[in-house]
């Protein structure tokens, strides 16, 4: 695993609406998902999400996309994937990481993961208390940013 140490602060508003049809695209997912005999918490309520930075590269139709992403305590994300590359750095909290065909991933404070683009996965907080990432994309402009897989 490699480590990420540099942190980009600059706000845009840009992300804002892509992240709000994401959540979006989450809610019908969930919607149709069957009920568990342990409900866990909802992502919906326990995920919150910052959007942080959207900028093109010199790279022909290549964006970075940086989000701040804080997790209530047992909150999982849907498995889904994205349409490029993300590196997760684990601001606080502990994560398990679970990435379609490989075995899960626990991660701490100060550690990151790379996640290929297109590989479906899933993050969860596995901590007491609240657990944040730092989510990087390198991804083609003008595609939805999340992909929700069954």
């Given at each position: 695993?490699?480590?990420?140490?540099?942190?980009?602060?600059?706000?845009?508003?840009?992300?804002?609406?892509?992240?709000?049809?994401?959540?979006?695209?989450?809610?019908?997912?969930?919607?149709?998902?069957?009920?568990?005999?342990?409900?866990?918490?909802?992502?919906?309520?326990?995920?919150?999400?910052?959007?942080?930075?959207?900028?093109?590269?010199?790279?022909?139709?290549?964006?970075?996309?940086?989000?701040?992403?804080d997790f209530d305590p047992g909150v999982?994300?849907?498995?889904?994937?994205?349409?490029?590359?993300?590196?997760?750095y684990v601001i606080s909290g502990t994560?398990?990481?679970?990435?379609?065909?490989?075995?899960?991933?626990?991660?701490?404070?100060?550690?990151?993961?790379?996640?290929?683009?297109?590989?479906?996965?899933?993050?969860?907080?596995?901590?007491?208390?609240?657990?944040?990432?730092?989510?990087?994309?390198?991804?083609?402009?003008?595609?939805?940013?999340?992909?929700?897989?069954?």
């Open positions: 695993m490699s480590r990420i140490n540099s942190r980009h602060t600059a706000g845009l508003l840009g992300i804002a609406l892509a992240a709000a049809v994401s959540l979006n695209a989450f809610a019908a997912e969930e919607a149709k998902a069957p009920a568990q005999a342990t409900p866990a918490k909802s992502w919906q309520t326990g995920l919150h999400r910052t959007d942080l930075v959207r900028q093109d590269l010199d790279i022909s139709k290549v964006e970075v996309i940086q989000v701040r992403v999982t994300s849907p498995k889904h994937s994205h349409p490029g590359v993300e590196v997760a994560f398990e990481y679970q990435l379609e065909g490989r075995a899960p991933v626990t991660l701490k404070a100060g550690d990151s993961l790379y996640i290929p683009a297109g590989t479906a996965h899933v993050a969860k907080n596995v901590g007491d208390g609240k657990a944040s990432e730092l989510a990087t994309y390198l991804v083609k402009k003008d595609t939805p940013l999340l992909i929700l897989e069954k």
